[in-house]
């Protein structure tokens, strides 16, 4: 009985050590950590824990404690500012390096086309390289939320950077940009949750150029997304003016970073820096206004006609979808605007507003019918009550 159970014990033990062992496999050991706690904490989340380690960027002996050893056997030390994108670039760019892993090789050539690119080749080390954007020991990859290339964070990341005054002055930038971006349009819509592609910096950009691929000139990135507005205005007489002026294609009117909710304002706002009051351009522009002022006023008072019949309560389905309809016009209307052809814009709202009035006219003559009847009600109420008080005081009188 006793030799069973030291048996089993024994048995049990060996399992476990045998699992430790299985577990425990002979990993190389690596000193440079025990030394270098710092890098080795921020190393475990990096991109590259998996496949590189301090000695493929360092080189040196990570197999002994001993530091002179340690530093010793090619061992590089720090990668001084001044290399670290050609350092990088000597696996990114490097096609047969990258290929297993699926990654594009063209972020070093496109960064030396940027202007921090050629800024640093000109020997400027305050421009941004590869570690300014992803960090050096711990890089993470873009869907991470606290990499600072993640989509939320771009802004954040240039605006180390671009924000800073004291940095920007040498280069007569402005420190304005980020503050400019974050009170414009998309960043309101990103804070607001909208899942819709907005563009952060990067998108107008470029990660690494001056510009996205097969787009020469940033100023013309919007149409990547607005590609219909763009359409219109091809159409519309500024589009050469504009250009040959040396405007921005869509900044003359919306600016580049504070790009602001479009509406009645920016016709008072932006029309006039460039045309006089008077003028046939300012009338053209007073018109359109006009045009798109008179249909949103007419949606809005179908809409508040709208609630009252709901609270009457008239069945409204119908006139919600009919005033959708209306809506939809309005909204066709905005980026036609953009040829300066009034005529088109009016057959546009001039199609919104009869969906709209008629509406207005028809929910009124459904209320009054109602309120008709409801005064037909109430009169043959009133008409029964006194029949009744009248019988009840005859009854009491004759007995
Ligand atoms: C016994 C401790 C020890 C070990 C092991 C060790 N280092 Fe170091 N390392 C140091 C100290 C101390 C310094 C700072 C003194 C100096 O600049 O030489 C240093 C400096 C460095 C630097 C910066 C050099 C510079 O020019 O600023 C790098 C990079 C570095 N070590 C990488 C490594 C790598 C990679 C390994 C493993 C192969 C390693 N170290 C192993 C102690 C160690
Ligand atoms: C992908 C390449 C890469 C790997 C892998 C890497 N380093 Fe570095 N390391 C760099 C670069 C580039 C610099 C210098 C740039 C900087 O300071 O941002 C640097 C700087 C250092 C320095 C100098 C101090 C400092 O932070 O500026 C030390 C020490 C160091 N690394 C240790 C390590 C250790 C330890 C490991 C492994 C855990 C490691 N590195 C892994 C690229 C790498
Ligand atoms: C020794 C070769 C080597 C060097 C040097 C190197 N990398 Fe890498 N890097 C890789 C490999 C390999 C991967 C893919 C890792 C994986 O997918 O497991 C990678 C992945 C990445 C990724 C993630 C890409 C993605 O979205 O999946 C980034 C970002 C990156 N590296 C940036 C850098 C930066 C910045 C430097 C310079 C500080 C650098 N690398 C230096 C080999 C290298
Ligand atoms: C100004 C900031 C900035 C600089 C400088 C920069 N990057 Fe990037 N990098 C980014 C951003 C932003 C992304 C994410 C791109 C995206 O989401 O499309 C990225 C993505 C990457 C990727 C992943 C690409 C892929 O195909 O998935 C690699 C690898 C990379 N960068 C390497 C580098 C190297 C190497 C350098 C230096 C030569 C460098 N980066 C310089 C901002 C930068
Ligand atoms: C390490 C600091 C630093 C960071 C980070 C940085 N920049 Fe820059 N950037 C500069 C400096 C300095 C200049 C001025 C260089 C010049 O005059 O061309 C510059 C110039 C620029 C320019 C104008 C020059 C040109 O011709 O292209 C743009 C656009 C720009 N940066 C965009 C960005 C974007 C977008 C990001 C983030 C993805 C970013 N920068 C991150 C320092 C930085
Ligand atoms: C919707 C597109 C778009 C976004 C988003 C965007 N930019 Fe720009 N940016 C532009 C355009 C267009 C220009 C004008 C370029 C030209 O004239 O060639 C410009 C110019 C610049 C310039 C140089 C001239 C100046 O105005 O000082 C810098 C620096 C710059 N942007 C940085 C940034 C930074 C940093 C961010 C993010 C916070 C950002 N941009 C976001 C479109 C954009
Ligand atoms: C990456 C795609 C993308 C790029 C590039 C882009 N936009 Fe947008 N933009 C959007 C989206 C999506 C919205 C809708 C935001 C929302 O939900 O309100 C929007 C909204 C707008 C609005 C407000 C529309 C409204 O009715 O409220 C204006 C104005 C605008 N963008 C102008 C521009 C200009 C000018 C540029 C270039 C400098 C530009 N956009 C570049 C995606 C983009
Ligand atoms: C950045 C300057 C600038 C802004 C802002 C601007 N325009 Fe123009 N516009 C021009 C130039 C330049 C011409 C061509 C010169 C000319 O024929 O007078 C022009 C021509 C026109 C024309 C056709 C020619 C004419 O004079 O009848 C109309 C219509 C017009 N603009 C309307 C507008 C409206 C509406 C706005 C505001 C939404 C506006 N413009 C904003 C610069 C501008
Ligand atoms: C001449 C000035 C001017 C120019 C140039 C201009 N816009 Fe507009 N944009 C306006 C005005 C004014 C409105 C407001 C229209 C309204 O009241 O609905 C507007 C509205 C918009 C809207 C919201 C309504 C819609 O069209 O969906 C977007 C998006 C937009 N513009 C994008 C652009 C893009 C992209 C470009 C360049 C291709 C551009 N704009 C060029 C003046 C301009």
Redesign the pocket.
């Known amino acids: 009985m006793k030799t069973t159970r030291v048996l089993l014990t024994a048995f049990i033990f060996g399992l476990l050590a045998a699992g430790a062992r299985a577990q425990n496999q002979p990993q190389p050991p ?1 000193y ?2 025990s ?2 706690s ?3 904490v ?2 475990r989340d ?1 991109v ?1 824990r998996e496949e ?3 000695v ?3 080189g040196g002996d990570a197999s002994t404690p001993d530091l002179p050893q340690a530093h010793s056997k090619g061992f590089r030390g ?4 001044a ?2 994108p050609a ?2 670039a000597s696996c990114h760019a490097d096609r047969e390096q990258m290929r297993p892993y699926g990654l594009s090789t063209d972020q070093y050539a496109l960064y030396q086309t940027s202007g921090h690119g050629r800024k640093f080749a000109a020997g400027d080390p305050r421009v941004a390289i590869c ?1 300014d954007c992803h ?3 711990r ?1 993470l990859p873009r869907d991470n939320p606290q990499s600072p290339i993640h989509r939320q964070n771009i802004a954040a990341t240039c605006g180390h950077c671009h924000a800073d005054a004291e940095r920007m002055r040498p280069y007569g930038l402005s420190a304005g940009v980020v503050a400019d971006y974050e009170a414009g349009v998309h960043a309101q819509a990103k804070r607001e949750g909208s899942a819709a592609h907005l563009p952060s910096c990067a998108d107008c950009h470029g990660s690494h150029g001056a510009a996205p691929p097969g787009v020469g000139d940033v100023s013309k990135v919007c149409m990547h997304c607005h590609r219909q507005t763009r359409e219109f205005f091809h159409q519309s007489p500024h589009f050469k003016t504009l250009a040959a002026q040396g405007f921005g294609e869509c900044a003359a009117c919306h600016s580049n970073h504070r790009i602001l909710k479009p509406g009645p304002q920016l016709w008072a706002s932006t029309c006039g820096t460039c045309h006089e009051p008077g003028s046939p351009a300012a009338g053209t522009a007073e018109k359109i206004q006009g045009l798109l002022g008179q249909a949103q006023a007419d949606i809005d008072m179908a809409k508040e006609t709208i609630s009252q019949a709901r609270q009457v309560p008239l069945a409204v389905e119908d006139y919600e979808q009919r005033l959708a309809t209306a809506s939809t016009y309005l909204m066709e209307a905005g980026p036609l605007s953009h040829t300066l052809d009034a005529s088109a814009v009016e057959d546009l709202t001039r199609k919104s507003r009869s969906v709209a009035q008629e509406l207005e006219v028809e929910i009124h003559e459904k209320m009054e019918v109602f309120e008709g009847r409801r005064l037909v009600v109430g009169a043959v109420w009133l008409y029964l009550l006194i029949t009744v008080g009248a019988l009840q005081y005859f009854k009491r009188r004759s007995r």
């Open positions: 690596n440079c950590k030394c270098h710092e890098q080795e921020q190393f990096s590259h590189l380690s301090c493929s960027c360092h720090k990668i001084t500012r290399q670290v350092f990088c570690t960090q050096t020991h890089i």
